[in-house]
């Protein structure tokens, strides 16, 4: 697995005589979180990837990170690196909860992902994000605040290592709503304005934010830059549902700063098998990026 790994490598990163290398245009490849697959991940890792690989992914984000093995769905960070490079995919980020900074020290914290960085440094990804915050983040500022802190220390971690950290989001950090002496905060504002841009960015997940009630292209216009991530995401597959306009949102990548895309699912429409779904999802979102960028 090795040698066909470092052979691969050599051959799609090694230009030919007096030719310059190209730049992998990371915007327009499109990435499965594996959570997707998570029943098949688990069963059998090997043949889902490749099978990813096969039907045109370009990149993969995990869920399945064990920190105290080291390991990838049960495989070894530089093995898994190794195995999506064999189907021509990249372990782009990687989907991963740490300690809460709410229950443990931040010197215990930190160093759990400093562990955790090093690992995934391994397995060649270029970000990683924490998916979610416990109920402590939810109910209250304070609790809140300590998670903006961590996120800002991890993202000073990750960028010593020349990785990048984000946070992603699901429809709790919408509908959640603090009273301030200044008035109501939204949870996902207050993450915005605590989390330091140079440290923290959001990988935003196009369905959850829709269920929490607000505009997607509104937080990409307030807050220019800070969407590095689009999770692209429906009802079941992407473009099935018609309640997200996903063209009007790849129009609207370059306010949002977005530099790498993932297709999750959570469900499948019934009478497809998991790896049909995730076809007709990368399918659809291929067509809705070509039209935004027939609009340009």
């Known amino acids: 697995m090795k040698l066909v790994a470092a052979l ?41 990837t490749q099978k990813v690989g096969a039907m045109g992914y370009n990149t993969v984000e995990p869920a399945g990170y064990n920190n105290a093995e080291g390991t990838f769905y049960g495989i070894p960070a530089a093995e898994f690196a190794a195995l999506c490079a064999e189907n021509n995919l990249k372990c782009i980020c990687s989907h991963v909860g740490g300690p809460n900074p709410c229950e443990v020290s931040m010197d215990e914290c930190l160093t759990w992902w400093k562990k955790t960085i090093a690992d995934h440094k391994t397995a060649g990804c270029l970000y990683i994000v924490q998916p979610s915050m416990p109920g402590a983040a939810y109910d209250s500022i304070p609790g809140l605040q300590k998670y903006c802190e961590l996120f800002n220390n991890v993202g000073v971690l990750c960028k010593s290592e020349g990785l990048q950290f984000g946070y992603h989001n699901h429809s709790g950090e919408f ?99 998991p790896f049909e779904s995730i076809k007709i999802s990368l399918d659809n979102a291929r067509a809705a990026q070509a039209a935004a960028d027939a609009r340009k």
């Open 8 to 48: 691969f490598l050599a051959a799609i990163f090694t230009p030919a005589c007096n030719e310059a290398p190209k730049e992998v245009d990371l915007k327009h490849q499109i990435g499965l979180q594996l959570y997707s697959i998570r029943g098949e991940m688990q069963k059998d890792p090997v043949g889902s």
């Open 175 to 273: 509908t959640t709503v603090f009273d301030t002496p200044e008035g109501p905060v939204r949870l996902y504002d207050y993450m915005l304005t605590h989390c330091d841009a140079d440290k923290v960015f959001f990988e935003l997940d196009l369905y959850w934010i829709t269920k929490g009630g607000c505009d997607p292209i509104e937080y990409f216009q307030k807050y220019p830059g800070r969407f590095k991530a689009y999770h692209v995401k429906d009802k079941l597959e992407v473009g099935a549902s018609g309640e997200i306009d996903f063209t009007a949102l790849y129009a609207q990548a370059d306010v949002a700063g977005m530099e790498f895309q993932i297709i999750e699912q959570e469900a499948f429409a019934e009478g497809l098998t």
